[in-house]
Structures are given as C-alpha cells and as structure tokens.
C-alpha cells in the first residue's frame, strides 16, 4: 500500500486534530464529507451533530496518535487506522485513556474526505 496516502491520511488526522484543538469549525467541516458519520463515547453522529452539537462543548486537551497502518486502500476509499492517548473535557467531566481510532476516507475529486470516524476505548 501507498506510503504516500498513508502520509497524506495521517496529516490529514492531524489537520483534524488541529480545528477540534482550535475549535473551528470551517477547519474541522472541510475534512468531513457530507455523509459523514462519527462513533465515540457519545453515540453516532452526523456531521452536524459533530460541528454544531458537540465542538462547541468537547474541549480536547490532548491526543498524542502513534501506530499508524494504512489497512486497506483503493482508488477512492481508504482506511487508516492509529492509537492514540488523549484528554478531553465536556462540560464539566474530564475523559482520558488510551483509544483505538479508524478513520475511512474517501476521495471527491482531488480531496480525501472523512465519511467515517470511530473512537473506541482500549480496555
């Protein structure tokens, strides 16, 4: 598989990183694709629910990603996958611990976008 999208992917990551640490949304809308749907502690959401419900309240603290493997890729689809050790804080309630992440991506046009994300607890 491609070193090069498995690079691209993972920058991408940290782009996301980035607008959830910047709380922007513009930033954070323009990696999603318009199907998007995201699993996490807080149930399925779409890409609204992520921008509108859910930035303006999370505040991410860290999320420190590490083995990164690039699982399966294809002309327009992708999937990444990585490790990663992070705090965040909702409302009032600290989160931390260690959390597996898939990403699938999938490309619009020339643009990798994000059409699922889940973050699962490692226990």
């Known amino acids: 598989m491609s070193l090069e999208l498995k690079t691209t992917l993972m920058k991408l990551e940290e782009e996301r990183k980035a607008a959830w640490l910047d709380k922007n949304k513009e930033a954070l809308s323009d990696l999603l694709a318009d199907n998007f749907c995201e699993v996490n502690l807080f149930g399925r959401l779409n ?36 490790q990663c050790n992070g705090k965040l ?14 990403a699938v991506y999938t490309k619009f046009d020339e643009d990798w976008k994000i059409v699922l994300w889940q973050i699962t607890p490692i226990i």
């Open 89 to 102: 804080k909702y409302k009032d309630k600290e989160i931390s611990g260690d959390f597996h992440v898939s």
């Open 47 to 82: 890409k609204e629910d992520v921008i509108q419900n859910l930035l303006p309240h999370l505040k991410l603290l860290t999320f420190d990603m590490s083995y990164f493997k690039l699982i399966s890729a294809g002309y327009d689809t992708a999937i990444l996958t990585y």
